[in-house]
């Protein structure tokens, strides 16, 4: 259905009289037209002369801009007329957030726009008004040449994904009331949240490696004469930075951090000394102590990410596992200082040397373990759509989520070379949120 501007009495709308017997409106008329946030009382007419496609509408009726070419959807519900999906993502704090190179960034999560179809819009956070129907920003523009973005104001989308994460507080908790709850992906997920949410979750606390919020140095030490292998991680780092690997060793206690880029080991004989070199920077609160639960393969460490989203069945789907070896001496399996990355039944296989039987049998214990995680983020954290989840297997098959990052990067699926996953990974979301604004499978 494509809207139309021309020259007609306020509050009218003309549409073909095939259109007005498939929307089935009540008698006299008159609907309540909804486009995102948006809606308004209208008189429907049926006019021969106006396409099957196509709702005329006056000039003024709108206060903000919707392009012409642009094809909706509809739905009636009662006496409302439903036009969308007007679909949201959230880019940055302010409007200067969004430029040329993140507009240039965001199309990947367009390219499937046939499916979504309706209006799907850029804007920051700083558009989210109390009371406000419109925000300003930047609509996808398919049939425009060049950027395929258009600048403008446009109707307050029916659900948003927020990528990346802009910040927290009171913007978010009115952008989820505005929406009704369809705002996704607006929370972070701290290691200590994550942890957290996993333990309260009879289903998956076995999940996770036993994790304490560090407090002072007795209890890191002490903690070490009981694990051996310790991680101490920032609660809200990204990307492997602040993360510090403690080893109790023959020679002492071994100490491998990452500084400026690279990872630097020192070895101490006495806790004072470690402990004289850690309080520099590991600050109550703000770190949490974790049980190394690492494993190794040539002395490479391994790990795991798995790929969680919902799309228009609004539940939990595995997208796919991949497998990561870390760089030769790395306590850390980041991108940066990762060596291979490889689809997960390969690196189970090659790593572990599992058979065929045994590879497809950790696997769908991976599948499983990844939608009890998520499943518990959704309970006690906030609303997830779009999730990568980072994980150790042990030799057994155990599995131990180390993080869940709601805001993560896709460079590990350039080196995959699995184009059908990459796809299916960009496309995901703003299917969620089409199926989240009322235009789902019907």
Not at 249 to 254: K, L, P, S
Request: proline residues 4%; charged residues 30%; contains cysteine.
């Amino acid at each position: 259905m494509y809207i139309k501007k021309m020259a007609l009495r306020e509050g009218t709308i003309l549409l073909s009289p095939v259109a007005a017997e498939k929307m089935n409106m009540e008698e006299g008329g008159k609907a309540t037209l909804h486009l995102g946030g948006w809606h308004k009382e209208v008189t429907l007419v049926p006019d021969k002369e106006t396409d099957h496609d196509v709702l005329r509408v006056p000039d003024s009726l709108f206060d903000f801009t919707i392009p012409e070419d642009i094809d909706f959807e509809w739905r009636t519900e009662g006496g409302n007329l439903y036009l969308g999906p007007v679909l949201g993502i959230v880019r940055g704090v302010r409007m200067a957030n969004i430029n040329k190179r993140s507009l240039r960034i965001l199309l990947r999560w367009v390219r499937s726009y046939r499916k979504i179809k309706g209006l799907v819009v850029i804007f920051p956070l700083s558009e989210v008004q109390d009371g406000s129907t419109s925000v300003k920003g930047f609509c996808y523009h398919p049939c425009q040449d060049g950027t395929k973005w258009t600048e403008g104001n446009f109707p307050m989308p029916g659900a948003v994904f927020n990528r990346p994460i802009a910040g927290t507080g009171n913007k978010y908790h009115l952008l989820e009331k505005m929406t009704g709850g369809s705002f996704f992906n607006s929370s972070g997920t701290g290691k200590w949240e994550f942890y957290q949410a996993l333990m309260e979750n009879p289903d998956a606390s076995s999940l996770v490696p036993y994790t304490e919020k560090f407090s002072d140095f007795k209890q890191l030490f002490f903690m070490l004469e009981e694990f051996r292998v310790l991680y101490l991680k920032k609660r809200f780092g990204a990307r492997g930075y602040g993360i510090i690997q403690v080893k109790k060793t023959v020679q002492g206690i071994e100490v491998a951090r990452v500084i400026k880029g690279s990872q630097v080991k020192e070895t101490f004989v006495t806790e004072e000394e470690c402990r004289d070199c850690l309080q520099k920077f590991v600050k109550r609160n703000r770190y949490i102590v974790q049980r190394g639960v690492p494993y190794e393969n040539n002395r490479k460490q391994v790990d795991f990410r798995g790929y969680i989203q919902k799309d228009s069945s609004k539940v939990w789907q595995v997208r796919g596992i991949i497998g990561r070896l870390a760089k030769p001496g790395s306590v850390i399996t980041n991108l940066r200082y990762t060596e291979r990355v490889l689809p997960g039944e390969e690196a189970l296989e090659e790593f572990y040397g599992f058979d065929k039987k045994e590879t497809e049998r950790v696997i769908c214990k991976m599948k499983d373990a990844c939608i009890r995680a998520g499943e518990s983020l959704d309970k006690n954290i906030g609303h997830f759509g779009d999730v990568a989840l980072d994980f150790i297997v042990d030799p057994k098959g155990d599995i131990y989520f180390l993080e869940a990052n709601s805001n993560y990067g896709h460079e590990s699926l350039g080196k995959l070379n699995d184009p059908e996953l990459r796809k299916r990974v960009f496309q995901s979301p703003l299917e969620y949120a089409k199926a989240l604004a009322g235009f789902g499978k019907r």
